[in-house]
């Protein structure tokens, strides 16, 4: 009897051990963790069940041998250095930044159709460039100089729209990839090279042009003053020869009318001398003769004598 109780006591020792050690492990395959960066959906892995609601941070009981899929519940950040083909066929070298979470209510149907994080991130990713390369072909090569702004707005709205879909957030007709876009950030544009030599070969072509116009307008400036300073000169001229021929005209007219006057004045005192003395024609003339010598003691002259120059006979 006294060696029985012994072995009885070990074999319930042993059992209790065993009970123990089955609930810690039990236990401990029943508890898992959460990050407070991270949502979780259950998964019961024998009965391969999925939760219908996502759990976040903390420590989770259940069923043994489940798991959680896992998700950042914080935003996420894709860069994106690539070409796209604009709107006028020019291939542009672009790099871009977005951001993007997992919205909790998608959560679920997420993993229904990406299985996990990894995949779901690589098909996010893909939508988001198909998005940005969608935008750029909307543009020409010009406007990614003058319009980056507004590329970049057109770039976040064509990002939303593929990540979120077009119903938002009805889940049951959800065209998006369970993602919701936050911002994003055109960082860099860089142009082709013969592009940016064209654009140069063509702003100096401008300032050519811009030049030659400068210098024809010099030039017909100058042209101009001195088309001006001879016209001017001309009138001058002309004003002149105009004021030399008013007084060559007036001076004349002053002569011929003191001639006129004189001649007058010598026809009226001949015609008083010939009704004076009654004189005809011959007498006339000689005493035009005398008048003439009178004023002109010094005239010689050889004439035959018209006509008798005394009133002798006449007597």
Same mark, same amino acid.
Request: with cysteine; net charge negative; glycine share 4%.
């Given at each position: 009897?006294?060696?029985?109780?012994?072995?009885?006591?070990?074999?319930?020792?042993?059992?209790?051990?065993?009970?123990?050690?089955?609930?810690?492990?039990?236990?401990?395959?029943?508890?898992?963790?959460?990050?407070?960066?991270?949502?979780?959906?259950?998964?019961?892995?024998?009965?391969?069940?999925?939760?219908?609601?996502?759990?976040?941070?903390?420590?989770?009981?259940?069923?043994?041998?489940?798991?959680?899929?896992?998700?950042?519940?914080?935003?996420?950040?894709?860069?994106?250095?690539?070409?796209?083909?604009?709107?006028?066929?020019?291939?542009?070298?672009?790099?871009?930044?977005?951001?993007?979470?997992?919205?909790?209510?998608?959560?679920?149907?997420?993993?229904?159709?990406?299985?996990?994080?990894?995949?779901?991130?690589?098909?996010?990713?893909?939508?988001?460039?198909?998005?940005?390369?969608?935008?750029?072909?909307?543009?020409?090569?010009?406007?990614?100089?003058?319009?980056?702004?507004?590329?970049?707005?057109?770039?976040?709205?064509?990002?939303?729209?593929?990540?979120?879909? *077009? %119903? #938002?957030?009805?889940?049951?007709?959800?065209?998006?990839? $369970? @993602?919701? +876009?936050?911002? =994003?950030?055109?960082?860099?544009?860089?142009?082709?090279?013969?592009?940016?030599?064209?654009?140069?070969?063509?702003?100096?072509?401008?300032?050519?042009?811009?030049?030659?116009?400068?210098?024809?307008?010099?030039?017909?400036?100058?042209?101009?003053?001195?088309?001006?300073?001879?016209?001017?000169?001309?009138?001058?001229?002309?004003?002149?020869?105009?004021?030399?021929?008013?007084?060559?005209?007036?001076?004349?007219?002053?002569?011929?009318?003191?001639?006129?006057?004189?001649?007058?004045?010598?026809?009226?005192?001949?015609?008083?001398?010939?009704?004076?003395?009654?004189?005809? *024609? %011959? #007498?006339?003339?000689?005493?035009?003769?005398?008048?003439? $010598? @009178?004023? +002109?003691?010094? =005239?010689?002259?050889?004439?035959?004598?018209?006509?008798?120059?005394?009133?002798?006979?006449?007597?």
């Amino acid at each position: 009897m006294n060696l029985r109780i012994p072995y009885m006591k070990w074999v319930s020792l042993a059992l209790g051990l065993s009970i123990v050690i089955v609930a810690i492990i039990l236990l401990a395959v029943s508890l898992k963790k959460i990050s407070s960066t991270e949502l979780g959906v259950e998964y019961d892995k024998l009965a391969k069940q999925l939760d219908d609601a996502a759990k976040t941070g903390g420590l989770h009981t259940g069923p043994p041998g489940f798991r959680f899929i896992k998700f950042p519940s914080t935003q996420m950040t894709a860069e994106v250095a690539d070409t796209c083909v604009s709107k006028d066929g020019i291939r542009v070298q672009f790099q871009v930044s977005y951001q993007y979470l997992m919205p909790e209510q998608w959560i679920v149907e997420a993993i229904y159709k990406y299985r996990d994080y990894p995949k779901w991130s690589t098909i996010v990713e893909a939508a988001g460039n198909s998005a940005i390369q969608h935008s750029c072909s909307a543009f020409n090569v010009t406007n990614f100089q003058s319009m980056r702004n507004l590329i970049q707005i057109n770039m976040f709205e064509e990002l939303k729209m593929k990540l979120e879909g *077009t %119903n #938002g957030t009805n889940v049951e007709i959800h065209d998006g990839v $369970y @993602a919701r +876009a936050v911002s =994003l950030q055109l960082k860099n544009v860089d142009l082709p090279l013969e592009y940016t030599n064209a654009v140069s070969d063509k702003q100096s072509a401008k300032e050519d042009i811009n030049l030659a116009k400068n210098q024809r307008n010099q030039e017909l400036t100058k042209a101009n003053t001195e088309l001006f300073a001879v016209q001017a000169e001309a009138r001058k001229i002309l004003e002149n020869a105009f004021n030399d021929v008013n007084v060559t005209l007036t001076a004349a007219d002053l002569t011929a009318a003191q001639t006129l006057f004189t001649f007058a004045e010598e026809t009226e005192t001949i015609q008083q001398a010939k009704e004076t003395f009654n004189l005809d *024609t %011959n #007498g006339v003339l000689s005493y035009m003769a005398n008048q003439l $010598y @009178a004023e +002109a003691p010094t =005239l010689r002259a050889s004439i035959r004598e018209p006509a008798k120059i005394y009133l002798k006979d006449e007597l």
